[in-house]
């Protein structure tokens, strides 16, 4: 079993920045792809990017590509979401999932393991 756990949110007015953590409990954590996702209020949760277990491939949502990054480092299992030039519409509770899947997909269906959320508010 996985237990996952965000950081790193906050609020920032638009065009910044912010780093979100998410920090995994158990000696299996590389045995996952890992996934971002967002959910605004009255909005469905939302892939945003992925990373596969060998960290070889990432995979992002059309909205964040080349203002997101996703990275992850087995040696602490940990996996962080670099997000900058954001916009007031990156408003959302971001959440951090685990699939064991080798890669990770876009379908919150697919993950087994769910953190609790990080707010993260970008203001006008």
């Known amino acids: 079993q996985v237990q996952l756990v965000e950081s790193g949110g906050g609020l920032v007015q638009a065009g910044g920045s912010l780093r979100l953590s998410c920090a995994a409990s158990?000696?299996?954590?590389?045995?996952?792809?890992m996934g971002w996702f967002r959910q605004a209020p009255g909005k469905e949760r939302e892939f945003v990017a992925g990373?596969?277990?060998?960290?070889?491939?990432?995979y992002y949502s059309d909205s964040v590509k080349g203002r997101f990054t996703i990275s992850r480092d087995n040696g602490k299992n940990t996996v962080h979401l670099e997000m900058s030039s954001l916009k007031p519409e990156d408003t959302a509770v971001y959440y951090c999932?685990?699939?064991?899947?080798?890669?990770?997909?876009?379908?919150?269906?697919?993950?087994?393991?769910w953190g609790q959320g990080t707010q993260v508010t970008v203001s006008s």
């Open positions: 990373i596969s277990l060998s960290m070889s491939t990432t």
């Open positions: 999932a685990a699939t064991k899947r080798v890669i990770p997909t876009s379908w919150p269906g697919d993950y087994d393991y």
């Open positions: 158990g000696r299996t954590f590389r045995s996952y792809a």
